[in-house]
């Protein structure tokens, strides 16, 4: 994730959807003792702390990539937005980076408690929020008019997609 709108790396051209299909079952899930068990191939964990990497380093910009992570609670009035950046800005980055950190801290982990998942899921998020952006995708649904590059940063963003509802899905279970 960059600073510029082509900005994505970290193996955008390689990942395909069939990393997810190792013995036909969710490569993350819940056990029988409250854990997750996490099935994850060590390119998809390259991929993941890639971009958790970018993203931190992302979120020490004032970068219009970050848009969707800190959204203007009051619309277009630019008063009532800088106060409650100044009260809520510094928390809702604490909170981001800290989940950031438990993603990079158990990157390797076969096992997860359920706040650990909580963190992967917001950093996940956060990380297409991010590609959304760049990518110019919208609430309508529509696909992007994309190049090769965006093309192969679109697949990355469905991964991400698809990794997101997993982790959705073992929540839920």
Do not use: K
């Given at each position: 994730?960059?600073?510029?709108a082509a ?7 390689t ?7 190792r013995?036909?079952r969710?490569?993350i ?9 996490v ?6 964990r390259?991929l993941?702390?890639?971009f958790?990497d970018?993203l ?9 990539l970050?848009?969707?992570?800190f959204p203007?609670?009051?619309?277009d ?19 981001r980076?800290?989940a ?7 990157l ?8 650990q998942?909580m963190a992967?899921m ?9 590609m ?5 995708i919208?609430?309508?649904g ?6 090769e590059e965006?093309t192969a ?5 469905e ?10 899905a073992?929540?839920?279970?």
């Open positions: 994730m960059g600073h510029d900005g994505l790396s970290g193996g955008a051209q990942v395909g959807m069939g990393i997810f299909d013995a036909r969710r490569p899930r819940r056990t029988g003792d409250g854990t997750y068990a099935d994850l191939d060590p390119e998809v390259r993941v702390g890639s958790v970018q931190r380093e992302l979120l020490s910009t004032d970068s219009e970050l848009v969707r992570l203007p609670p009051y619309g009035d630019r008063e009532r937005n800088e106060g409650y950046a100044v009260l809520a800005g510094a928390e809702l980055m604490e909170l980076l800290a950031l950190d438990v993603v990079s801290e158990h390797d982990a076969t096992e997860l408690d359920e706040d998942l992967w917001r950093s996940i998020n956060d990380i297409r929020l991010v959304g952006t760049m990518l110019g919208t609430e309508d529509a696909t992007p008019d994309l190049d965006g940063a679109y697949g990355v963003y991964f991400f997609g698809a990794l997101l509802e997993t982790i959705v073992a929540l839920a279970d």
